[in-house]
């Protein structure tokens, strides 16, 4: 028998999550994600809420050998915003590698974007939003090393 732990992510982050680990989300071994899962899991505790209902990424969790999935499959809403902040770094890094080093293009950002996204399992109506995040990381890169846009 397998055990989750349900994620409340942005969807657009929830699209690449699932694109990428699959869907349920099956965790590298040794990766961040898995070593905060290993760390964190804990027995369900008697007054839990099984709030599976409004979550959009579920991972499955791993058998660690020192800490069974049949006892150990609850993580806090601490964890679980840990968790998605390091997915989140996830699509931040691959956004900065894919698009943010790409410097002289003969194409509009637009539709690098685009591509971007088709490639990640974005759906097109975020645009916007990976847009804005892509802005802001190539802002915050400039600003560090002293550049201006």
């Not at 027995?43 to 969790?61: F, M, Q």
């Not at 003969?106 to 804005?132: A, D, F, P, V």
């Amino acid at each position: 028998m397998d055990y989750f732990v349900y994620l409340k992510a942005p969807e657009h982050l929830a699209q690449f999550i699932k694109h990428t680990f699959g869907d349920p989300v099956e965790l590298i071994r040794e990766s961040p994600e898995s070593r905060i899962l290993r760390e964190h899991t804990i027995k369900t505790p008697a007054d839990a809420i099984d709030d599976s209902a409004d979550c959009n990424v579920k991972i499955r969790i791993p058998h660690f050998k020192e800490k069974d999935p049949r006892i150990y499959n609850y993580i806090s809403n601490a964890t679980k915003l840990a968790l998605i902040e390091s997915f989140d770094e996830i699509l931040k890094r691959s956004m900065w590698q894919e698009i943010g080093c790409l410097g002289v293009t003969n194409c509009k950002l637009s539709t690098l974007l685009y591509s971007y996204m088709e490639r990640h399992g974005i759906e097109e109506k975020y645009w916007y939003t990976i847009s804005q995040r892509w802005y802001r990381y190539r802002r915050a890169y400039h600003k560090q090393v002293g550049v201006s846009i």
